[in-house]
């Protein structure tokens, strides 16, 4: 067990829909990092935040944005929802130095999106 | 911009035998970080290992080693004795110091099944 948690586990839903996904991050850690795992794309970073701050932002579609709150959970939504988003969304957290990059990201268990 | 290639997609073997993962990666910046990450068949990400580019030491610990060599970019993971419940999908992603973004950038991944 990482530490991270992610809910729900499943999601199922039409396209056209907008759905939040949620991630808390390992106690004392200040970065969360979203990835999505599809099968035609592989592992991809979607989004990092920083103690509430977004550092930085990778293969992340318009449709898609995310927040980190004071108490440093994250939220991760998915708008205007396309079959091509079923995937598996996983967050991770490092404890956020200086230089994030550094950081080891531990992962949580994901959230499988199932767009039908 | 950063690459990593997992040239092996599938790899079996039967138990006992050992196992070599090549991972190869490309990147502009002297300064960088190397993971390997396991994804069991329950499907969370599980850290294994975190190398700096500074570091070129082997390491081992229990049944796993890593080879890194800065010379030809790589940094290969060996399962000695392997087990069945080694089996899983093994990816190794790279991150650049040089930003104070932690995106990491993953290799396809190597199936690895091991029989009994």
């Known amino acids: 067990d990482s530490g991270v948690t992610q809910t729900p586990k499943h999601l199922i839903t039409a396209t056209g829909q907008r759905v939040t996904l949620r991630c808390s991050p390992r106690?004392?850690?200040?970065?969360v990092y979203w990835y999505q795992q599809s099968l035609d794309q592989g592992l991809q970073f979607l989004i990092q935040?920083?103690?509430?701050?977004?550092?930085a932002k990778g293969n992340i579609l318009e449709r898609f944005s995310a927040q980190q709150f004071p108490d440093l959970h994250s939220e991760l939504n998915l708008s205007s929802l396309e079959l091509g988003d079923s995937a598996l969304y996983f967050c991770?957290?490092?404890?956020?130095?200086?230089?994030?990059?550094?950081?080891?990201?531990?992962f949580g268990p994901g959230t499988r999106l199932t767009v039908l | 911009a950063q690459k990593v290639t997992q040239a092996q997609t599938e790899i079996s073997v039967v138990e006992k035998e050992d196992v070599t993962l090549d991972c190869v990666y490309e990147?502009?910046?002297?300064?960088?970080?190397l993971f390997w990450y396991k994804q069991p068949p329950s499907g969370e990400l599980v850290f294994l290992i975190r190398?700096?580019?500074?570091?070129?030491q082997n390491e081992i610990s229990g049944r796993y080693s890593w080879n890194f060599q800065k010379s030809t970019s790589s940094f290969n993971f060996t399962i000695t004795a392997s087990q069945v419940v080694d089996s899983a999908v093994y990816f190794c992603?790279?991150?650049?110091?040089?930003?104070?973004?932690?995106?990491?950038?993953f290799g396809d991944g190597t199936t690895l099944t091991v029989k009994p």
């Open positions: 106690s004392g850690d200040l970065s």
């Open positions: 190398r700096n580019s500074f570091d070129e």
């Open positions: 990147t502009r910046d002297t300064t960088y970080y």
């Open positions: 991770a957290s490092s404890t956020g130095t200086v230089r994030p990059s550094t950081d080891t990201q531990y």
């Open positions: 992603a790279l991150s650049e110091a040089n930003t104070n973004a932690g995106k990491s950038t």
């Open positions: 935040y920083y103690n509430g701050e977004e550092r």
